[in-house]
């Protein structure tokens, strides 16, 4: 056999390693090969992928969902107080203790307490304590009993100067008695339900501690807002036994129509968004309004506590007590205990009372013909003027002339179916134009009374008829 040149060799070596790097070039490039490979098994080929020169192109952004201005979702779950840090400064050990403010609670509570800690931020001489918890109300007391929990937290030993409470939201269902399941805001239902507002009120009364209710706001539901409003009606009726204060923020979170409304002022006048999405909890700046209505209540107590505390200690502030007092001071000098004031609002007016009326009103036929006193049929009264008919059958004569018999009535000068021309021309009756002047030249003076013209008599106006 004859021996291949050289050359010929080495040239089949170069057109099999061109044919197969153009394979895998072609094969990097095809996905569809890629996958039926990996389809079937095949055994993937370790190659060098191929880098597009580098070249300057735009940054591509995560596009993410536009966040509502003040309306984080954080009722769900913890509130905001606890998902933000812990750390605070140290406290000088030689301050006065802290006029501490305890806020309990639903999730309303819970933003309450965040409006709080907000508007009291730079106030390191109050603090708000925070005792809400979320999904929890008077109703259901197997998941969460308030009351006990109320005088449990008063008998911890922690020193609680003041308590504001905001509950409801989750209160519209049955309450469930052993065996007995009692209706929703039935007679029996708000009985039962004012006498556990009223134990959790007797809680704090009793270690002489104030309790502000903050009733319950408008909500995007119409019904539910009709429930809440049963409920301040139990709260109000309550605070207004003992004369406590009762905070009613419907209004402030309602339109000039008294309805639900997402959008409002804030405490700074702006137009913000005030309300979640769910119609009932509040954003950031709405716990910051909401917390404004309360702001009052505690700046009274909190100056009644202590009345020099814009720059004196509150230990000087304080009354003496009976051992350091001297002997000579009168008792009436000891301060008289601070009582809690409810605030001015729009107390409700009764109902008015109408008038009785009677059973049967007087009767009166819609058919028979209206009779006068006398018994004649009712009509124009008869004048006992002279001349009344006359005048009368004139003035009848004239229309009928007129509207009946189309006949014409004399023009008089001066008047809108005077249409002489020029001006002032010829007069009917046969009177002479008088000279116009211009009105520039014409003197200023006054025109003469015009004799009225008289009304014609019957007779007159027949003579008219016939002449036409």
């Known amino acids: 056999?004859?021996?291949?040149?050289?050359?010929?060799?080495?040239?089949?070596?170069?057109?099999?390693?061109?044919?197969?790097?153009?394979?895998?070039?072609?094969?990097?490039?095809?996905?569809?090969?890629?996958?039926?490979?990996?389809?079937?098994?095949?055994?993937?080929?370790?190659?060098?992928?191929?880098?597009?020169?580098?070249?300057?192109?735009g940054r591509m952004r995560r596009l993410v969902p536009h966040r509502e201005y003040g309306a984080p979702a954080y009722w769900h779950g913890q509130s905001k107080a606890a998902k933000k840090d812990k750390t605070q400064?140290?406290?000088?050990?030689?301050?006065?203790?802290?006029?501490?403010?305890?806020?309990?609670?639903?999730?309303?509570?819970?933003?309450?307490?965040?409006?709080?800690?907000?508007?009291?931020?730079?106030r390191p001489d109050i603090r708000i304590l925070h005792k809400a918890k979320d999904s929890t109300g008077l109703v259901r007391e197997d998941y969460f009993d308030w009351p006990k929990a109320a005088r449990e937290m008063l008998a911890s030993g922690d020193k609680i100067d003041m308590a504001v409470i905001m509950i409801g939201s989750n209160d519209r269902q049955a309450i469930h008695e052993g065996t007995e399941t009692i209706e929703t805001l039935s007679p029996r239902w708000r009985e039962r339900y004012a006498q556990r507002v009223e134990s959790i009120r007797a809680a704090f009364r009793e270690k002489k501690i104030p309790l502000v209710w903050v009733g319950l706001p408008v909500?995007?539901?119409?019904?539910?807002?009709?429930?809440?409003?049963k409920f301040n009606d139990i709260y109000r009726q309550a605070a207004a036994q003992e004369s406590a204060p009762f905070i009613d923020i419907w209004e402030a979170f309602a339109d000039e129509r008294n309805q639900y409304q997402a959008f409002g002022p804030d405490i700074n006048g702006r137009i913000v968004k005030l309300r979640s999405?769910?119609?009932?909890?509040?954003?950031?700046?709405?716990?910051?309004?909401?917390?404004?209505?309360?702001?009052?209540?505690?700046?009274r107590l909190f100056d009644a506590r202590h009345p020099a505390s814009d720059g004196a200690p509150a230990e000087a502030a304080s009354p003496p007590s009976a051992e350091e007092a001297p002997a000579t001071?009168?008792?009436?000098?000891?301060?008289?205990?601070?009582?809690?004031?409810?605030?001015?609002?729009?107390?409700?007016?009764?109902?008015?009372?109408l008038p009785d009326r009677p059973a049967i009103g007087p009767l009166q036929s819609l058919t028979t013909a209206i009779v006068a006193t006398d018994g004649e049929l009712a009509r124009r009264g008869k004048s006992s003027a002279p001349g009344e008919e006359a005048r009368a059958a004139a003035a009848r004569a004239l229309v009928d002339h007129i509207y009946v018999e189309g006949g014409e009535q004399p023009s008089q000068p001066g008047r809108a179916d005077d249409f002489s021309w020029p001006k002032g021309g010829t007069k009917p009756g046969g009177a002479t134009p008088v000279e116009s002047k211009p009105a520039e030249s014409r003197p200023a003076e006054s025109k003469p009374a015009e004799a009225p013209t008289p009304t014609p008599t019957p007779a007159a106006a027949s003579s008219a008829a016939e002449t036409r």
């Open 219 to 229: 909500t995007k539901s119409e019904h539910f807002a009709a429930d809440m409003a």
């Open 277 to 299: 999405a769910d119609g009932v909890h509040f954003t950031d700046v709405g716990a910051r309004k909401l917390a404004h209505f309360v702001e009052g209540e505690i700046k």
């Open 89 to 122: 400064k140290p406290e000088d050990p030689n301050a006065p203790p802290p006029f501490q403010v305890a806020v309990i609670g639903d999730s309303l509570g819970q933003m309450l307490a965040d409006g709080l800690d907000e508007a009291y931020a730079d």
């Open 1 to 57: 056999m004859r021996r291949l040149p050289r050359s010929f060799g080495l040239l089949a070596i170069l057109l099999f390693a061109l044919f197969s790097g153009g394979a895998d070039s072609a094969r990097a490039q095809d996905p569809v090969a890629d996958f039926f490979q990996g389809l079937f098994g095949g055994r993937p080929h370790a190659r060098p992928q191929a880098h597009p020169p580098a070249r300057e192109t």
């Open 329 to 353: 001071a009168p008792a009436a000098a000891v301060a008289p205990p601070v009582q809690i004031i409810a605030p001015s609002g729009p107390v409700p007016a009764a109902a008015p009372v």
